[in-house]
């Protein structure tokens, strides 16, 4: 077993340990003086990985990449019958996760207004973007929630793919998602709501002949890291939804049949995504996984 720091004590108790060993160098740690000095029972409990310490300057940056991977499970306690009569406007909204979230969103109440290419909204056309959220505002007064769902994922190498084609990707996956962000935020700032966005699980480490898809991936989340920072003044949540792979048409259509039950179902990351839309979190990367 590895020992990790903090060891924690009362003040009163480490305080008096210290006193009694001001002549005694034969103790290694804080925890065997309690020992030695019959002061407390010591427990062992458990410790996360994460848990460094900061000694050395290396430590420091160790730190601030564990912070920019760092990810949490979706909030669990979240009741989805809160979601009534809120207004939720979805990019990539009439198929896969985006599709899901709709539909287990209208269940439960809220007013949603779901968009993609099929109804004429392209994202990576900011004021294509503009225009359907000012719609929704002029219907309803207020917007509390967006999310963008849209995405593209092409497989090849990048030698054999044409750079149209890969400037394509990069403008539905990451512009596309800027377009959104950047024009949600004056509604978002009337109802203190919140964005959703969405990574994929290759966001850490970029995957062979998905280059592009990985590393816009990554972009988004570096993306929304930052916004937490700039809009948490103005009352606005984002976090990054983070499937592990799902049963979706995107992922069909670019890998074909997978093995049974070797996918998440979509209705699992719509339940995550519309939990963390109601929680308080923000600037976070939300991992979703199939329970094995």
């Known amino acids: ?56 300057p290396s430590d420091i940056y160790m730190a601030d990449r564990l912070f920019q991977v760092r990810s949490t499970l979706f909030p669990q306690e979240q009741n989805l019958s809160d979601l009534k009569d809120k207004v939720i406007a979805i990019f990539g909204g009439t198929s896969g996760i985006g599709e899901a979230i709709s539909e287990m969103a209208k269940e439960y109440g809220a007013k949603v207004y779901a968009s993609s290419t099929r109804t004429g909204v392209d994202i990576t056309n900011y004021k294509n973007v503009e225009q359907f959220l000012e719609g929704i505002n002029r219907e309803t007064g207020k917007i509390d929630y967006v999310i963008n769902s849209a995405g593209v994922l092409r497989i090849g190498k990048l030698l054999d793919r044409e750079i149209e084609d ?55 989340v570096n993306l929304v890291q930052a916004l937490s920072e700039e809009l948490i003044s103005d009352g606005i949540r984002i976090n990054t939804i983070n499937p592990e792979r799902t049963a979706t048409p995107m992922r069909f259509k670019a890998f074909g049949k997978e093995p049974e039950g070797s996918l998440l179902e979509v209705d699992k990351v719509a339940e995550a995504s519309l939990k963390t839309l109601l929680s308080d979190l923000t600037g976070q990367v939300i991992d979703v996984r199939r329970q094995v």
Do not use: W
């Not at 060891?7 to 006193?19: D, E, N, P, R, T």
């Not at 020992?35 to 050395?56: A, C």
């Not at 203190?192 to 966001?203: D, R, V």
């Open 1 to 56: 077993m590895r020992g990790q720091t903090p060891q924690c004590f009362k003040l009163s108790v480490i305080k008096q340990a210290h006193k009694l060993s001001e002549n005694d160098s034969n103790f290694t740690d804080d925890c065997g003086l309690i020992v030695k000095y019959g002061l407390g029972k010591v427990f062992v409990v458990e410790g996360d990985m994460e848990n460094i310490k900061i000694t050395y």
């Open 166 to 220: 890969i400037k394509n990707d990069i403008n539905i996956n990451y512009i596309g998602s800027i377009n959104v962000a950047k024009a949600s935020i004056p509604y978002l700032q009337k109802t203190k709501g919140c964005m959703l966005m969405f990574a994929s699980s290759s966001y850490t480490r970029g995957r062979a002949l998905y280059s592009t898809y990985s590393s816009t991936k990554a972009g988004i």
